[in-house]
């Protein structure tokens, strides 16, 4: 009950700073127009109406009067799209102000910074494009007594730029901008932008993704394993973790029950001894154990299923449901001292390692083939000798977190960078 109002509580939080985040960036596209000065607009202008009266157009009236426009306005009160044509716009020197570009710049930021990560389906792709292209244009308003070049190029290159340094993309950039300005031309500067950024965005840290993706704690592993994985093997890894909870391949209910209200793991590995020798029968999933009993699938003495008996309890309806947790699990004391089968649940056919391996390869192989749980083997066999040593999830190979263990490895990796 605990755990569902906390999860009741986190929906709720997060809705409500969806709405406040809302309420924050509609109160500032609204107020923030006022603080700005009206602009006359320019006569030389015939082809656009000045102020524009429909929803979109290059100049907002806001609160001006006949013949005047908030150039603010312009920016804030548009949709994304209409804002982008209206930065990127060439031959309109005069339209926007410093401070409104500065205000609509510092606006972008923060709200950038407040919104991406909350519960909502945004990004910030169209953000940096909005904050690249407006200090890309008050650096060309900086530069006009000094260069021809107009406004709207300072624009294209400063998003360019601000994209590339953050996000570390060049070709996908570089396609995007010659589809946006339909303009060859500007394909070889734009190239060169892009490079230059990303360069100098390499030596301070990496793209602002992958510090998302460490500051969320998402187990994302990278394409090449680091240098310093080769120096410790996948039995090295699991002996420093806690030991392997496993269960029986028939295992007393009691016992799953405190298996699961005790542990977190998604996965369980199943041993069963034969001949006074255990071996590892495969790896049953926390969703399947929840099933088992929710379903009451139980027996009273330890025996395993017969097929008719799998074929008429279990359907492909049952195994498709969605479990929930233990919580909502409820077992009297009778069934507490009673078993269940859990062999048709087991796969039987885990990806398993020998411990001898290095962890870079077993890294790889995890990644290439889409693991979720790898089985660590001892190298010899025996009836002394546990069936198994450990198992390997996808935070435990990542590179962050084998340092945490073994610190010494960083030191010995920039020992050999530096000869």
Known sequence: MHDNATARKGRMAKILLSLTVALFTSTCQYGLPFLVNCKPCDPSLTDYNCPNKARMGNFKQFNCPKGHYNDLATLLLTTNDDAVRNIFSIKTSTEYHTISLLIFFTLYCILGLITFGISVPSG??????????????????????????????????????????????????????????????????????LLISKSVGDCFNPSIYEIILDLKGLPFLEAHPKPLMRNVTVGDLAAVKAPVVVLSGIERVGRVVEVLRGTTHNGFPVVENNENISEVHGIVLRDY???????????????????????????????????????????????????????????????????????????????????????????????????????????????????????????????????
Not at 131 to 158: F, N, W
Not at 370 to 379: C, D, Q, S, W, Y
């Open 124 to 193: 910030l792709f169209l953000p940096i494009l909005l904050m690249g292209s407006s200090y890309g244009r008050m650096l060309g308003i900086a530069m006009e007594p000094y260069t021809k070049l107009d406004q709207g190029l300072y624009a294209v290159l400063g998003a360019a730029s601000l994209m590339a340094g953050s996000m570390r993309m060049t070709v996908s950039i570089c396609v995007i901008f010659l589809e946006l300005t339909n303009n060859l031309l500007l394909l070889p500067i734009t190239m060169l932008v």
């Open 289 to 419: 154990l929840l099933l088992a009993l929710k379903k009451k699938w139980f027996m009273e003495e330890r025996r395993r299923m017969d097929e008719w008996e799998i074929k008429e309890k279990i359907g492909c309806a049952d195994v498709a449901e969605r479990r929930g947790n233990i919580d909502e699990v409820a077992v009297t004391k009778e069934e507490w001292e009673m078993y269940v089968d859990l062999h048709p649940f087991t796969n039987t056919t885990p990806y398993t390692v020998v411990e001898t391996m290095s962890v870079a390869k077993a890294m790889v192989q995890f990644r290439e083939v889409g693991l979720r749980h790898m089985l660590v083997l001892p190298k010899y066999h025996g009836p002394a000798v546990s069936p198994l040593v450990g198992i390997l999830t996808r935070q435990d190979l990542r590179a962050h977190n084998i340092l945490s263990v073994f610190p010494h490895l960083e030191k010995s990796d920039a020992g050999k960078r530096r000869h």
